[in-house]
């Protein structure tokens, strides 16, 4: 006996009752029954009634006997087998390797048999084609072709631009004149005839507009998907040389090539010098984890923005977002959101509209698809809501984010950014009240930090005062106890994430707003050395 060949033995049912005229007089009955037993009992005890002519009133009693006598079978059948296979492995009588490549054998067969037949998708072949270039000579040539769509996509928004300019000067003109005319108006019937002339010329002035900005946005449209098709050809052209031949070569044009390092920080291009500071911190008790903490004063969405085509500063920042676009090493970035419909800062569109995203849909196409993916949780989580009476809030009806909830956008061609976590904080309390750490808004960071680590994120930039701006109502002491609950918070949520397992969030990097005060600036940055423990050297005295 072999684990791959068992024999399945035949044992003799044993059935006896006593006859209709006499009872000391039993009737026996033998049926051999195969064991393990494939079939019913209830369909062999009528098969043995009919064979027999088994009086009907002993089919109840027949069944149970029978059911009974197969379990018992069954078991020893299974611990007598069992055994045996024990022995013969204790033995080395079975060949291991040999079933295993069996049962490996029979799970592929019936995977390619019953599972679904799908081949890799278009999306992932360029996804692989684009990763494999970008680590090799063709970088270089990637970015100018990039750069150059990121320029015709940006001459053509400016002329948009002008356009629009010229038409909305134009309109005003127009107004303008009516206008005059209207207060020089002497009679009734002039004002009226004139009031009727002003509110046709407005609608044509609004038939107008929306006719101009309906065709611009028609040919960027145009445009983006013409060098979204020829890039994704061009780059597959490009991976056939690169197998062939095994080298490309790096233009001599290239736009990191034809700058040296004297002038890439030249006075015009040098950056706004920012207010930050940075920390090594250790997190964990035993298994100790190094992370570096970033406190700087800026707009969060200079993280999404390309200042200058032409740049070769924004150039390397565009390098290294392209190197690790399909990689383990991914950047997020945290913006606010209002609640209602998902929507995205006029910012944010500025910057994902600069130039064609050849990796991933346009912003509005995945906002749309956001709306329309979150219409059945929205109505789930109302009527639970209702159901317990927690839906009252105006943020929770109709379909509509409420405070605390996330929703994911993808970017290539954002500076610094391949994630943007949308974070609905549209809360009274979020202005200027104070909150606790079971806030909503504190909770979408959690979710927006475990998202993370799920999906490869390594660096991410959040708001530190969950604000992107600054009022009078915003003193210094509820900046300061705003700033305290939230490094907090991200502190044990980091802690936490490390059983959530997925990759390190090795880099945080928390906001304050761009106009922050420098005195206000150093007494949120001198909360980090409170909160987190730093990573400081060991200074040893040399001996005397």
Known sequence: MTADTVDNPTKTFKYSFPTCTNEDVLFKLEVPVQIPHEGSTRELVQRILNMFHIPVYLEDDLNEKLAEFVAEETKNFHNDRD???LNQLKTSEINVEGI??????????????FAEQKGTSD?????????????????ETILQVENSYAKTVTNMLKNRDEDIEKLTQRQTEEMDEKMHLLKLSTTDDQSSELNDDINDLARRHF???SLVTARWGSQIDALCQTQR??????????LDEYQTTSALNTPSNSPLATFSPERLMTPAMAPHQRMEESFTIHLGSQLKQTHNIRIVAMDLLDLCTVQHVD?????????????????GELSGV?????????????????????????????LDVQLKDIADRIKEPLEARNVQRAGSGTGSGSGSRGGRLSAGDVYVTRHSNLADAHLVF??????????????TSRHPAILGLRNILKAACCNDVTTISLPLLLRHDLDEETTAAWCGRRAELVLKCVKGFVLEAGGWGGAELRTLQFAAPPRTAPALFMALAHHLPEIFRLSNPVKVKPPP
């Open 83 to 85: 055994e045996k296979l």
């Open 100 to 113: 295993i490549k069996n049962w490996e054998k029979l799970f592929k067969d019936n995977v390619m048999e």
């Open 123 to 139: 999306e992932e072949v360029f996804a692989a084609a684009y990763h494999k270039l970008v680590h090799s000579p063709a970088l």
């Open 207 to 209: 038939d107008e507009q």
């Open 229 to 238: 098709a020829q890039h994704r050809t061009w780059l597959m052209n490009t």
């Open 311 to 327: 740049n070769p500063t924004e150039a390397s920042r565009r390098l290294q977002t392209s190197l690790a676009l399909y990689s």
């Open 334 to 362: 945290v913006l606010l959101a209002p609640s209602g419909a998902p929507t995205a800062p006029a910012g944010l569109h500025a910057a994902a509209a600069a130039s064609a995203d050849h990796h991933f849909p346009p």
């Open 422 to 435: 949308h974070l609905v904080a549209d809360d009274a309390a979020l202005r200027s009240g104070d909150i």
